[in-house]
């Protein structure tokens, strides 16, 4: 019995993906050469994405203008050009500044409601996020090293980019030296929607394992109203009450919402 003839074309790779379940929404996005072109070798003229000339103007026009000549969803497309390469990102920028409010609030989405949002999946989410950790990290060094109740403005800049979009509450300390220079800043506790167990003896303690002279209570309202509750008031008299005779000043509790912040020396609480 004869051998079948052999055919050079079945020694060819499959198209890479063909078979594959897609990962990465980037490569999703890609535009997708024919299967004859690759097998034949020749090359496709395809006509140019309609999205490409509307790229390079908004690149000019920031380029040119500076931010503050770009809507809040127009820099968000300029971020989403590199994470999706090969799509129109103009309706996603637009869906997620809707579902979101805003710019920061975007970034400070989780990676799990991001990915709700049509066109953003996995990778996409987490680069948004690293984008995010970024500026935190950005803003917290403004901070380091430096007097902290001189640079206030600052302080409630970094808390709020830092809390003011969670979705559940948590806890955070600002441990100050003798010269109210930051020398640490902590996230003690992590709680409901409402509600954050806070242990004012664990804090004092952990103000003291510092050497921390002062320290700065500082709390989120996921509702995004920072008006203080009886709760959170009758807490941080008692941090302050156990704190004092150890030598530890509270210089404020500061509440972070979506809609503002509130400050307890502000409002004259403590």
Known sequence: MNA?????????????????????????????VPRKAI???????APEAHYHGHR???????????????????????????LIPRRDTKPIAKSLIERFGSLAGVLGAPTGLL??????????????????AVG?????????????LGSWASVIEYCHAAMAFETKEQFRILFLDKRNQLIADEVQQRG???HTPVYPREVVKRALELSATAI???????????T????????????????????????DHIIIGKEGHASFKGLRII
């Open 228 to 251: 203080p509750s009886r709760a959170d008031i009758d807490m941080t008299l008692t941090i302050i009450n156990t704190a004092k005779p150890l030598g530890i000043a509270v210089h």
């Open 192 to 194: 409901t929607v409402d």
């Open 56 to 82: 390079e103007r908004l690149r000019t026009k920031f380029r040119d203008l500076g931010d503050t000549a770009l809507a809040d969803y127009e820099l968000l497309e300029l971020l989403l050009f590199r």
């Open 39 to 45: 097998a034949t070798g020749r090359k496709l003229s």
């Open 4 to 32: 079948p003839s052999h055919d050079p074309r079945n020694d060819m790779d499959p198209v890479d993906g063909e078979d594959d379940e897609v990962a990465d929404e980037r490569g999703f996005f890609s535009e997708t």
């Open 216 to 226: 700065i209570l500082v709390h989120n309202h996921p509702s995004g109203d920072p």
């Open 136 to 148: 935190h990290r950005s803003l917290k060094s403004n901070l380091t090293g430096r007097k902290v």
């Open 115 to 132: 990915q709700e949002v049509k066109g953003v999946g996995e990778a996409v989410a987490t680069d948004l996020k690293l984008i995010s």
